[in-house]
């Protein structure tokens, strides 16, 4: 890794400009006054002083007194753990705000809208989220065992145990013996029926509609997109329902 990429780094982790840029020289110098670490960092030795100062607070450097004064790097895996803490940190009191600050209205308003996701965490969690929300009927299809993560799985059974009318269409037979001891449907279809299994999708309560393909994007992995309350959502769900029931007749 570069000098460049290692600032880039610590800076991902929270540390301004300066001091990564300082800690960084200080990896390299093992011990260094602000003129060398100024001369290393490129960081004006009128600033080095402040940052090297701040890093001090964070319990990143030790300072020696001396004349002139000479600062080290604590170890790595010290650092380590401090960044990792002040991280979690700064997650908790983050997400503290935002908890005080979001509004007491629905988090997702059925208002006929149509929504798009992307990435494969934040659609599980939709995924598994809508499924909880379910009435009456629940109707997911898994392309394959990796389409059905826990968190899914669990608000499946979840729904089922509560009376919902839950079914799984799959093309893995293994999924029904997966499913074996709870009162989940399963449907295995055939490999006669590929344009079912062109990505996951999700139907609840004839109304809410959830569908997803994977992608070529490396950096995101699938896309999707889901309405509530909408008269497209009721149209979709009418096409997989009939669907399920054609690919269930060629497969009886």
């Known amino acids: 890794m570069s000098t460049r990429d290692a600032v880039a780094a ?4 929270g540390l301004p400009n300066y001091q990564a840029r ?6 390299e110098l093992g ?6 670490i100024s001369e290393v960092s490129e960081v004006p030795r009128s600033q080095v002083y402040g940052a090297a100062d701040d890093l001090l607070e964070r319990g990143l450097v030790e300072l020696t007194e001396s004349s002139p004064k000479r600062y080290r790097p604590v170890s790595l895996g010290a650092a380590r753990e401090q960044l990792t803490n002040r991280l979690e940190r700064e997650r908790e009191r983050a997400f503290a705000n935002l908890a005080e600050l979001r509004t007491a209205t629905p988090d997702r308003p059925d208002d006929g809208s149509v929504s798009t996701l992307r990435g494969r965490q934040p659609i599980d969690d939709r995924i598994a989220e809508l499924i909880g929300e379910a009435a009456a009927a629940v109707v997911f299809t898994a392309p394959s065992k990796q389409s059905l993560t826990e968190g899914i799985e669990t608000a499946l059974r ?13 093309a893995e037979k293994a999924l029904r ?3 074996a001891e709870r009162p989940i449907r399963v449907i295995v279809m055939g490999e006669d029926n590929p344009a079912d299994f062109a990505g996951r999708a999700l139907m609840i309560d004839e109304g809410t509609v959830l569908l997803s393909v994977a992608t070529d994007d490396e950096a995101v992995d699938e896309e999707a997109m889901w309405t509530a309350g909408s008269s497209i959502g009721r149209i979709l769900a009418q096409f997989m329902q009939s669907g399920i029931e054609s690919g269930t007749d060629r497969n009886a």
């Open 31 to 36: 011990t260094g006054t602000a003129q060398e």
């Open 22 to 27: 300082v800690f960084v020289a200080l990896q």
């Open 10 to 13: 610590l800076k991902r982790l």
């Open 177 to 179: 013996e997966r499913f």
């Open 158 to 170: 979840e729904r089922a145990t509560q009376g919902v009318a839950v079914t799984v269409v799959t």
